[in-house]
């Protein structure tokens, strides 16, 4: 006797990937169009105290750039120039240009500090300890200094280099993101917990701590995308992890009883179009997630009957999104190359295929 899944299947929303015109009909996808970074209603600063008054317009609108710079810093924890110029000036044709030119100014009032990335040329900047206190100022209680956040090895500041940079490109214009460094600072979307410090926003769910975020209000819920950047291979117990996430929450999305609904997870791979070797070196990082993926669903299905459990599982893993992106010296973000579906790789047929696309089965 067949045990249906009528009580445990969830309705689930639309996918953004579906809305931006990915085809989820077929293996490889057409990337989606970059999305205009807006600054949310919420994060639009109005003037520092004591700024503004009986001075000239060009003051004053020097004034909301240097505060709107200083915020997103607050935000992101350290930038480059071109993501400044990005975040606050979206629609320029001169965004880095004025992004460098009032970091510039923020550097000669020691509000900014630019340390220089590892192996590269490119500057990032951060607030000082006279920056954090002008947005305290403001009403910004929780601004620190991120001086500090630069010292570590080269593999972790790209990371949080793709990271933001993604949020950057493809965070839906109606959507509130929400960056790594903002996580770790628990001011994330997620509910509050009790910690040592007080009752703070969850770092993270499912024993997993988010990359990125970005919330979408729907009706009474916000649905929420949680984002991964996969750069190198993972620990065993990394990779278990991140497979409980995919199985566990996108089978039961609502997040610790809260508003919040897991709509989607973005999983982020990344080459490098000068160094070809490096996109076949993504398939055994996409081999062992699925892998892993299969051995979750068998294990939490195990009393179903084959067919329905494979229905099941396989609506619930068109949440999971699989992006290649391109990302070059600089570091610059050329674009995505590929893009699934984790309920299309479930198959040996759909594995075989995404093999062949990052040149995987050919000889070295």
């Known amino acids: 006797m067949r045990i249906k899944l009528d009580n445990l299947i969830y309705n689930r929303h639309p996918s953004k990937s579906a809305k931006q015109g990915v085809d989820k009909g077929s293996t490889e996808s057409h990337a989606p169009t970059p999305q205009a970074p807006k600054t949310p209603p ?9 700024e503004g008054l009986s001075v000239p317009p060009g003051v004053v609108v020097g004034q909301q750039n240097e505060a709107r710079v200083l915020r997103v810093l607050h935000r992101f924890g350290w930038l480059t120039a071109r993501q400044v110029g ?17 970091l510039r100014r923020l550097a000669d009032k020691r ?12 500057p990032a900047w951060v607030l000082t300890s006279r920056g954090a206190a002008r947005l305290r100022q403001a009403g910004i209680s929780d601004a620190q200094r991120g001086t500090d956040q630069l010292r570590s090895s080269d593999t972790t500041w790209r990371h949080r280099w ?23 600072t628990y001011r994330s979307p997620l509910p509050n917990q009790t910690t040592r410090r007080g009752v703070l926003p969850m770092r993270s769910w499912l024993g997993k701590t988010p990359d990125a975020l970005w919330t979408e209000q729907h009706g009474t819920l916000r649905l929420l995308t949680w984002i991964e950047v996969e750069r190198t291979r993972k620990r065993s117990s ?10 566990s929450g996108t089978f039961n999305p609502i997040i610790a009883h809260s508003e919040l609904e897991l709509d989607e997870i973005h999983l982020v791979y990344v080459w490098d179009r000068q160094k070809p070797k490096t996109l076949a070196e993504i398939f055994p990082l996409i081999q062992a997630l699925v892998n892993g993926v299969r051995k979750r669903i068998a294990q939490r299905l195990d009393l179903y009957e084959r067919d329905v459990a494979d229905d099941f599982a396989s609506d619930q893993l068109g949440k999971v999104q699989l992006s290649v992106l391109d990302i070059g010296p600089g570091p610059v973000l050329r674009g995505i190359t590929y893009q699934w579906s984790l309920n ?5 047929h759909g594995l075989n295929v995404v093999r062949s696309r990052l040149g995987a089965d050919k000889k070295s």
């Open 42 to 50: 919420e994060h639009t600063p109005a003037l520092l105290p004591g």
């Open 86 to 102: 990005q975040l606050v000036w979206p629609e320029g044709s001169q965004s880095l240009q004025m992004g460098r030119r009032v």
């Open 111 to 122: 509000e900014v500090l630019a340390r220089q990335l590892p192996n590269t040329m490119t």
């Open 162 to 184: 793709i990271v933001n940079q993604y949020l950057i490109e493809y965070t839906p214009d109606d959507a509130r993101s929400y960056s790594e460094f903002e996580i770790l």
């Open 238 to 247: 990394d990779l278990g992890q991140l497979c409980e996430l995919i199985v």
């Open 344 to 348: 299309e790789l479930m198959s040996a």
